[in-house]
């Protein structure tokens, strides 16, 4: 392959690109989407690819569409996943990246926003659950407590203690579980539900297409 995961984390324009990403964002008042989020998609999405067996080329695309899934954040929010596809298209032709591979990354990265998108190849489904399933307090880039507090969204990130992806193989089947721990002082499971129940129903699909099935559990409580 003619680019790996690592010569891009290291490339100055990708660096760039998900600095200034991250800045409009936290402009806008949104949760972390730098380094820690876009490398956390990268090595989940390996992850899960690698468990059920992908080959290392297909695994080294999903890391690749992992660091770059967000890179659109830096023009638009709303529109960021097929602008973060066109910007990826850009990136990965200057490494001479066949077009074949270039297809498959920006594939899945113009469809991992659960407005907009649904699975369409291996990488896309493995990029939308590591994507997904990021929920967790160090996202959160609000300070003030009160405004955590009034923002759904912080305060649910703020309250997820931990978020894991773990892989169970059995004979028949294999799962894709997600657990996160909640603290329920801080905001009812309920508010969890209101913004992510799309991105749960994203998640199940996805597992779908790789051939596993989704499992949901907060508090060690199974939710599906
Ligand atoms: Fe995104
Ligand atoms: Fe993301």
């Known amino acids: ?68 899934h967000d890179i659109g954040n830096m023009m638009n929010r709303t529109f960021h996943a097929a602008v973060g596809a066109e910007m990826t298209r850009a990136v990965l032709e200057r490494y001479g990246m ?29 990029l939308i659950i590591a994507d997904k399933a990021d929920v967790r307090r160090s996202r959160v880039q609000e300070t003030c407590m009160e405004n955590i507090i009034a923002d759904i969204h912080d305060r649910v990130n703020y309250a997820v203690t931990r978020a894991e992806i773990n ?34 129903v994203m998640c199940r699909r996805a597992a779908a297409f790789l051939g596993a099935e989704f499992e949901f559990f907060i508090n060690d409580s199974k939710i599906v």
């Open 1 to 68: 392959m003619s680019v790996t995961y690592e010569m891009l984390k290291k490339d100055e324009q990708v660096s760039a690109y998900i600095q200034a990403g991250n800045d409009a964002l936290k402009a806008l008042g949104f949760t972390e989407h730098c380094f820690p989020h876009v490398c956390l998609v990268a090595e989940n999405a390996a992850m899960i690819l690698q468990a059920l067996g992908h080959s290392h080329e297909t695994i080294e695309l999903a890391k690749i569409a992992g660091l770059l």
């Open 98 to 126: 066949s077009y074949k591979d270039i297809g498959t990354v920006c594939s899945a990265i113009g469809n991992h926003d659960e407005g907009t998108g649904k699975p369409v190849n291996i990488v896309s489904a493995a």
């Open 167 to 200: 892989m169970i193989k059995s004979e028949a089947n294999t799962f894709i579980r997600l657990c996160l721990d909640l603290d329920i002082h801080f905001t009812p499971v309920m508010d969890y539900f209101e913004i992510f129940l799309s991105r749960m």
